[in-house]
């Protein structure tokens, strides 16, 4: 189904200023080089600074704003009106994405091939985990998780983004907000589910959609179901994005490029308005744990998600349990965690929760690469690189 937009007002001179004022309030200001700036993280500004500007090359035309509001993205490339999309631009569009839409969404296609990956059983690296490579672990299968979603795993939801391959979905988690207790905005993703990574820019009308079908709809319900059953708490934008420097640079599509440091945060709102934060109308915000716990310190890591690659359709969330290993791809990053688990893509993105000190659970990952076989899934550890990029996105 196509997507729709709100029709245009009487007054096209001042429809083409609300979206400037958009652009305005999205548009990225600031960079790693400024003095306010997080090692290690790319972020967009904060709205109502003061050096704010726009992206370059920002159509000028009511005729090209109407196709940048509608979600048009045919160029990728330096000559395109937004060239690679160096500034993350994300307005609410109204309806854009419906029901229908989300379904036409495919994974990212983040699988490995195994042969590429060399085992190590001695430490390359100056940390317990670091530079060490375990056996393949033991496929877990992923288990559905307990209906309805909106009680029994209330912080998680799906991530919905236009790409130059066309509608995408991935996994997320509400985090807290340490300086808006009980009022977080805040949403862990990958930052391939963000940004394109090597060469390429930022996504587009970049959409969280928390509790997605919390009853378990089978994908032919889903069809006919009202909308209130499919979005639950409604859809919320981006309004700011930031992933790590490491995953602009060097990720890819395929393969494990850029998968040590494949971490991005949102800060959304909600498309309806509104003044009720995300964490308060979902009822729940998990704790991010910055400190890499070594794998030897914790008995399971459980990784939850919407795999919606075969045998998987994206209308369910699933999760697996097991004990983490480790994974080092490169032993100039860090090391990964590694678990058992069977999800596909779709589930990219997705947290990683342990049990904390305080008995609750918190996000030590979130689902980044797996194997073609599809029996185990790695996730970055999330350390001073992305403190950085939370930090930078909750500022």
């Given at each position: 189904?196509s ?72 160029n990728w ?6 060239g690679?999309a160096?500034?993350f ?25 195994e ?6 059983d ?18 877990v299968?992923a ?10 795993a ?8 236009d ?7 991935c ?18 993703t990958?930052g ?24 378990g709809?089978?994908?032919a ?29 060097a990720g890819?599509e395929?393969?494990?490029?850029g ?33 890499t ?8 890591l459980t990784?939850r998600?919407y ?19 480790r994974l ?15 999800m ?7 947290g990683?929760?342990?049990?904390g ?13 797996g ?16 403190k ?8």
């Amino acid at each position: 189904m196509s997507s729709k937009s709100k029709a245009a007002g009487r007054r096209p001179a001042f429809a083409a200023a609300a979206v400037i004022a958009a652009l305005a309030v999205t548009a990225t200001a600031c960079g790693p080089g400024e003095d306010d700036a997080k090692p290690g993280a790319s972020a967009t500004a904060e709205a109502g600074k003061q050096d704010l500007t726009l992206p370059e090359n920002l159509p000028t035309s009511l005729e090209g704003l109407k196709k940048w509001k509608e979600g048009e993205w045919d160029n990728w490339n330096p000559e395109g009106w937004l060239g690679e999309a160096k500034d993350f631009v994300n307005p609410i569009i109204e309806d854009l994405w419906d029901p229908d839409r989300m379904e036409e969404a495919q994974e990212p296609d983040r699988e490995i091939d195994e042969s590429d990956l060399e085992e190590d059983d001695g430490g390359g690296g100056t940390g317990e985990d670091e530079g060490v490579t375990d056996p393949t672990p033991a496929k877990v299968d992923a288990t559905p998780v307990q209906q309805p979603y909106t009680r029994t795993a209330a912080a998680h939801g799906k991530v919905f983004m236009d790409t130059p391959r066309g509608q995408m979905v991935c996994s997320a988690t509400v985090v807290q907000d340490p300086e808006n207790p009980g009022a977080s905005n805040l949403v862990a993703t990958a930052g391939h589910c963000v940004h394109g990574g090597k060469g390429k820019g930022w996504f587009r009308n970049v959409v969280f959609v928390p509790g997605y079908n919390p009853k378990g709809l089978a994908s032919a319900q889903l069809e006919t179901a009202p909308e209130s059953e499919v979005l639950p708490h409604g859809v919320w934008w981006a309004d700011k994005a930031a992933t790590t420097d490491h995953w602009r640079e060097a990720g890819e599509e395929r393969g494990g490029k850029g998968a040590q440091q494949d971490f991005a945060m949102l800060k959304v709102r909600p498309e309806n308005g509104g003044g009720t934060s995300l964490e308060q109308t979902v009822g729940a915000a998990v704790k991010v744990n910055f400190a890499t716990p070594a794998v030897g310190s914790m008995n399971d890591l459980t990784a939850r998600g919407y795999p919606a690659a075969e045998p998987f359709d994206g209308s369910r969330m699933y999760s697996c349990t097991d004990s983490p290993s480790r994974l080092t791809i490169d032993a100039g990053q860090p090391t990964m965690y590694r678990i058992g688990c069977t999800m596909t893509g779709g589930s990219s993105g997705g947290g990683w929760l342990a049990r904390g000190t305080g008995g609750d659970d918190e996000l030590l990952s979130v689902t980044s690469i797996g194997p073609v076989t599809s029996d185990w899934l790695a996730g970055p550890r999330l350390g001073a690189e992305a403190k950085a990029v939370f930090d930078t996105v909750r500022k």
